[in-house]
């Protein structure tokens, strides 16, 4: 069982149209990090949340911390063919070492032009 | 370039050898951490280093794997014996807080 589960696992949609990702716990994070990674290399860091009810704008990408700090969400915009790639959530839940990142499974967004 | 760099990139090897990899880490931060990341999952801790200390391994990390910070500054990852299950990347990341940010990767293919 995965602490960290986001969904959907894959994602196909055209250019142009919108889609939201999620990612849910049953455990309190004191952060949550998006990161995004294409095939190859290392996950960049998109954004950090770290107060519940937080939301976060980045260019077309939206970025929700749930009030309760259990669940996050992202959502883009008008997708585009450079969206494409593995989108990962992370943190590390109240009560373990800070440090220690857990990682979702990931959505692999596919974007069609 | 003052991000995060990892050598070599790739690596083939047949089971049984050694490898070694190396991590750089952002020149400012004190924390280092090594992770592996199999094809369609996220990347999964192996072990983290405070400045030369290494405060936290993963059960994941068997006697076969040693990871070494001497300086505080670079790391190391060493895999003895290697075996076809540790066919993966190997993620190096560092930060000053909470935010980690991530190298390139080491490939390994264990043949």
């Known amino acids: 069982t995965q602490l960290l589960e986001q969904s959907p696992q894959f994602l196909s949609i055209q250019e142009g149209e919108n889609l939201t990702v999620y990612c849910n716990s049953s455990?309190?994070?004191?952060?949550l990090q998006w990161y995004r990674q294409e095939p190859g290399e290392g996950p960049v860091l998109l954004v950090t949340v770290v107060t519940g009810g937080e939301v976060k704008k980045l260019k077309r990408l939206t970025f929700q911390f749930g009030d309760a700090r259990k669940d996050s969400s992202l959502h883009i915009t008008a997708a585009q063919p450079g969206d494409t790639g593995l989108y990962l959530c992370?943190?590390?839940?109240?009560?373990?070492?800070?440090?220690?990142?857990?990682f979702g499974q990931g959505t692999i967004l596919t974007v069609h032009p | 370039d003052t991000g995060v760099s990892q050598d070599p990139r790739h690596k083939i090897t047949k089971r049984g050898q050694n490898v070694t990899f190396r991590c750089d880490p952002i020149?400012?931060?004190?924390?280092l951490y090594w992770y592996r990341q199999t094809l369609g999952q996220g990347p999964e801790f192996l072990t983290y280093?405070?400045?030369?200390?290494?405060?936290?391994k993963s059960r994941l990390l068997s006697d076969r794997f040693s990871a070494e910070r001497p300086k505080g500054s670079f790391s190391t990852l060493e895999i003895q014996r290697t075996e076809q299950g540790d066919s993966a990347m190997y993620l190096c990341a560092s930060s000053t807080k909470n935010e980690q940010f991530f190298g390139p990767g080491t490939r390994l293919t264990v043949l």
């Open positions: 455990s309190v994070f004191s952060s």
């Open positions: 992370a943190g590390a839940p109240f009560g373990t070492s800070y440090g220690k990142l857990t």
């Open positions: 020149s400012e931060h004190n924390r």
């Open positions: 280093f405070q400045n030369e200390a290494q405060l936290e």
